[in-house]
């Protein structure tokens, strides 16, 4: 059985909400100063709203609003029996999800794609280095529920700049007792895929809307970055 998280602050409610019409086990996973106005309308829709005092310390790019609010819905999630998840942020479009959802059921562990190397000068550490991100994946995640927990079942306590998206993958694989790699084979081995090409097939596009971008998949800045 499916369903969906939806993660971070309410600004895009009205843009969204629209998407997940008819779409089960859903619930927006966010914090308890938001904009009560935001909350009744998610809640007018039939969507269950978990509401947490947002962390005092955020990490780098914010990581820790990002792993809290996550790990609280897939938890509710978890306790109603859902088997497999979506993680989605609250500032992001799906065109078709319902086929979006159909296409991804059973897989595993899922991520938008991974990142070719030598693309971006991007420095840091994390038991290895490298110079370029190895995982562009955190905006949208799917998988068995008891995997997406391993993902966000984490906190940072120091500014380190590692990106959020090594810093999941790190924790999804250290909590499997399965080898710290970040590249595309170790991935596969590991059951792991990526859904990029499945949405470019299908002519499902994926709408940013922080950013203002049309389509992650085929925006300037990014199109040429991903091994799918």
């Known amino acids: 059985m499916q369903g969906v998280v939806i993660q971070g602050p309410t600004n895009y409610v009205k843009d969204v909400l629209p998407l997940y019409k008819n779409i089960p086990n859903v619930v927006w996973s ?3 100063n938001e904009p ?8 007018k829709e039939g969507i269950k709203v978990i509401q947490t005092p947002p962390p005092t310390f955020g990490g780098y790019l914010n990581v820790n609003f990002q792993t809290i609010s996550s790990y609280k819905g897939i938890k509710y999630l978890k306790s109603k029996g859902i088997t497999e998840a979506l993680k989605i942020r609250g500032d992001i479009k799906i065109d078709k999800l ?8 059973g897989d595993n562990m899922s991520f938008i ?8 000068s991007l420095h840091y550490e994390l038991i290895y280095s490298h110079t370029s991100f190895d995982f562009p994946g955190d905006h949208i995640i799917y998988g068995n529920i008891d995997n997406l927990e391993k ?3 984490f906190t940072v306590e120091n500014n380190m700049q590692i990106p959020p998206e090594s810093l999941i993958a790190y924790s999804y ?11 595309y084979h170790t991935f596969i081995k590991y059951g ?3 859904f990029a090409q499945r949405c470019l097939d299908n002519n499902i596009k994926i709408n940013w809307l922080k950013s203002k971008w049309d389509n992650l998949l085929t ?4 199109k040429n970055l991903y091994d799918y």
């Open 151 to 153: 993902c966000f079942n």
């Open 113 to 120: 794609s991974i990142c070719k190397p030598n693309v971006r």
């Open 219 to 222: 925006h300037s800045a990014d």
């Open 192 to 194: 792991i895929s990526f």
């Open 98 to 105: 319902k086929l979006f959802l159909k296409l991804l059921k």
């Open 173 to 183: 694989l250290y909590n499997s007792n399965l080898e710290f790699k970040l590249d």
């Open 30 to 32: 966010t914090w308890d």
């Open 36 to 43: 009560s106005n935001n909350i009744e309308l998610i809640k």
